[in-house]
C-alpha cells in the first residue's frame, strides 16, 4: 500500500508564490518519477512538471520559468515552487508517482488526492 500526502496549497493573488508538497510512503523500494498535475474546472487533467530519479526535468510550456520541480529521493518527497502565478494557474494540483516494490519488478502509478491553488485577487 502507498500513500501520497500533499500540502501547500492555498488562496494567493496574481504575482504571488506558493509551494506544493508530496510525500510518498508505504511499500516503495523506488520511486522513479515522481510529477505535479492540474486539473482546472471543466478541463482535463494536464502534466504541469515531472522530476526522474536522475534529475530530469520537464515543464508545460505555460510554467517554464515561473514553476520549479525538485525532489528528495532519500525521502520520497517532492516540490513544486510556483512563482508569478497567475489566475489561470488556478486548479487542483495532483501529485503522482511511478514506484517499484521490489527490485526487477515493474513499476506502478498512483495518484494523490490533490491540493487547491487558487489566484485570485
Known amino acids: 500500500q502507498v500513500q501520497l500526502v500533499e500540502s501547500g496549497g492555498g488562496l494567493v493573488q496574481p504575482g504571488g508564490s506558493l509551494r506544493l508538497s508530496c510525500a510518498a510512503s508505504?511499500?516503495?523500494?523506488?520511486?522513479?518519477?515522481m510529477g505535479w498535475y492540474r486539473q482546472a474546472p471543466g478541463k482535463q487533467r494536464e502534466l504541469v512538471a515531472v522530476?526522474?530519479?536522475?534529475?530530469?526535468?520537464k515543464y508545460t510550456d505555460s510554467v517554464k520559468g515561473r514553476f520549479t520541480i525538485s525532489r528528495d529521493s532519500a525521502k520520497n518527497m517532492a516540490y513544486l515552487q510556483m512563482n508569478s502565478l497567475k489566475p489561470e494557474d488556478t486548479a487542483v494540483y495532483f501529485c503522482?508517482?511511478?514506484?517499484?516494490?521490489?527490485?526487477?519488478?515493474?513499476?506502478?502509478?498512483?495518484w494523490g488526492q490533490g491540493t487547491q491553488v487558487t489566484v485570485s485577487s
Open positions: 508505504g511499500s516503495i523500494f523506488s520511486v522513479d518519477i
Open positions: 522530476i526522474t530519479t536522475g534529475g530530469t526535468t
Open positions: 503522482n508517482v511511478l514506484y517499484t516494490i521490489r527490485f526487477g519488478e515493474p513499476s506502478y502509478d498512483y
